[in-house]
């Protein structure tokens, strides 16, 4: 690799401190969608950061939703707490342990996230309006289809869309709640059993307005039918890895775009995922493949002044995952990074922590193809080189980068 984007870095690097932050805040303008990512799902400074600058665009520039890589009922929990709707729970330790239970449960119920959601608690008590907290993924198929029937059942006016309902969701009896074996056994559903899914939230959005927005009410029986909609797909889609990638993608910028409907025109939202998800795919290989993602769409409906996307990095440290989906975390090593690889140039470039912002004026000095490390839930250092690099043009792909030279893994929370 060329000296070229080593001494690229020095010019323009900055140092991660409480200034660096102000100026990525100050680059983020008049934007109304913040992407901030993570290179992982299991590291500590990944989270801390992101908190503490949310916490900035929510007391600086009037942010006012935060939409999470998580699951909707679960999240709405969450939500609820922050918010002081009801009797949710006396902390934001008993909610998280409470409304995370689907493995990997350490990617919300951990401390990070607890020191957060108890600052907003706290936050949105000064506030007239309260900073919502929502879940954007698909996974929750059978929550979100009992947080449906459970909300039509206990409200009878509703008893159309309740008739409907039970109709719509009789195909996904016989799976015992396990939607591996629907996606296994979608190839013999009929279209008909496959679109009433569809129909029932056709349906809802038709009577909407008849809901009370009392705590939101209106909202989280078209959020979870919206999931129960896209998770159909999403599962039966499985089996085919890029269609399915592309369904959640799009699942989780309409739930974002529903969200911002709701909140009306005035809203402003930070969004927290995966750098696969809020790094604009165009500018990876992952276009190669008929990949999408959600920074990549977004960027498309919105325009690139009306959204931000802030990437992370580690040259090495330790994270939580597991060696195999569904299996106990573990702390694992994170390997130092190759020279050739876009983390081991920032390190080549010094070993501290920095911060890189990408303008018109030095995006390109950014922009040869280059290697960029993500770990997801499962991770093997060993095979690392065969599967955790996405090569991309990261001055591109981002707005800004946060880079740190030693991360540590998460705290999840214990009983």
């Known amino acids: 690799m060329p ?31 913040v992407m901030i990512g993570e290179a992982s799902h299991g590291t500590s400074e990944f989270y801390t950061i992101r908190a503490e600058l949310s916490k900035k665009l929510i ?24 918010k002081g709707y009801g009797n949710e729970g006396d902390s934001a330790r ?10 990997p449960t350490w990617m919300w119920a951990n401390e990070e996230v607890e020191t957060f959601t108890e ?11 309260k900073v919502g907290f929502y879940g954007i993924d698909l996974y929750s198929l059978f929550e979100s289809i009992d947080e449906v029937l459970n909300f039509l059942s206990e409200n009878p006016k509703y008893n159309v869309d309740l008739e409907h309902a039970r109709k719509a969701f009789t195909c996904f009896e016989p799976y015992n709640r396990m939607p591996e074996h629907y996606a296994l056994s979608a190839a013999h559903f009929t279209d008909q059993c496959i679109s009433e899914v569809s129909s029932l939230l056709s349906s809802l ?7 009370s927005d009392e705590h939101e009410e209106d909202l989280n029986v078209i959020m979870n039918a919206l999931v129960a909609k896209n998770a159909e797909a999403y599962y039966r889609e499985m089996m085919q890895d890029a269609k399915s990638w592309n369904t959640r993608d799009y699942h989780m910028v309409e739930a974002i ?30 276009k190669d493949e008929g990949l999408i993602n959600v920074g990549q769409i977004i960027r498309e409906q919105y325009g690139k002044d009306n959204t931000f996307a802030i990437g992370f990095g580690t040259y090495q440290g330790t994270v939580i995952a597991a060696d195999r989906w569904g299996d106990p975390l573990e702390v694992i090593e994170v390997q130092p990074s190759k020279l050739s690889m876009w983390e081991g140039q920032l390190h080549a470039a010094g070993q501290e922590d920095k911060v890189l912002l990408f303008t018109d004026e030095n995006r390109e000095l950014f922009n040869d193809w280059i290697g960029h490390r993500a770990i997801g839930v499962v991770y093997h250092p060993e095979y690392e080189a065969y599967g955790n690099y996405v090569p991309s043009r990261v001055g591109s792909r981002y707005d800004a980068f946060i880079f740190i030279e030693h991360s540590h893994a998460l705290k999840p929370l214990k009983e």
């Open 94 to 103: 008993n909610v998280l342990m409470k409304s995370f239970h689907r493995w």
């Open 257 to 286: 775009n529903e969200i911002l409907k709701y909140h009306g025109e005035d809203a402003k939202i930070i969004i927290w995922e995966h750098n696969t998800h809020i790094g604009d795919a165009s500018e990876t290989n992952m």
């Open 3 to 33: 000296r070229k984007l080593i001494n690229a870095i020095k010019d323009h690097s900055l140092p991660l401190n409480d200034e660096s932050f102000d100026k990525i805040v100050q680059s983020i303008c008049d934007a109304k969608i």
């Open 119 to 129: 600052w907003l608690k706290e936050k949105n008590k000064t506030l007239n309006n």
């Open 59 to 82: 007391e600086q520039k009037g942010f006012n939703i935060i939409a999470v890589e998580g699951d909707w009922p679960s999240v709405q929990s969450v939500n609820r707490y922050v």
């Open 205 to 211: 959005r038709r009577n909407e307005e008849r809901f």
